[in-house]
């Protein structure tokens, strides 16, 4: 092989491992089509008040509750020890974040499943349109329902 074929080889090589310099993106974004709202608001008001409400006949994982992690019946299943650890929460708002629509929140089926006369729900319906567990919900987000 001539000198200069080896030459441009090695040059090739050289270059090859030098590499291209890392370019620190920042944080990498969210999934598209996922929406993360608040994550105070979910933990002060849509865990205590909408989720895990003391009103049992709104309660999505209470005891008979059809949302509980350890024996839930569907796509929805949260973490329910009492009290909820600051990982845990952020393990249910994750989970929830799932089912949400940040383009049409009004449309997000966390909304649309409990919501009487909206959408079919195993758990039947939980609240009714105007009441304050959809208020709650419509607030969470900056544009509202």
Not at 19 to 28: I, M
Not at 47 to 65: L, Q
Not at 129 to 136: I, N, W
Request: aromatic share 6%; glycine share 8%.
């Amino acid at each position: 092989m001539p000198s200069s074929h080896v030459r441009v080889l090695a040059g090739v090589l050289l270059l090859a491992l030098t590499g291209c310099p890392t370019v620190d993106l920042g944080e990498e974004p969210p999934p598209p089509g996922l929406c993360r709202p608040d994550t105070a608001y979910f933990e002060d008001t849509i865990w205590p008040e909408v989720i895990n409400s003391a009103d049992a006949s709104r309660n999505c994982v209470a005891e008979s509750g059809c949302h509980q992690q350890a024996n839930g019946r569907s796509a929805l299943r949260l973490i329910t020890n009492d009290p909820l650890s600051p990982s845990e929460l952020s393990q249910n708002y994750q989970v929830v974040t799932r089912f949400l629509n940040c383009g049409t929140p009004g449309a997000s089926a966390f909304l649309t499943k409990p919501l009487s006369g909206v959408e079919p729900h195993g758990g039947g319906d939980l609240f009714d349109p105007a009441s304050m567990p959809e208020t709650l919900f419509c607030d969470w987000f900056p544009e509202g329902c």
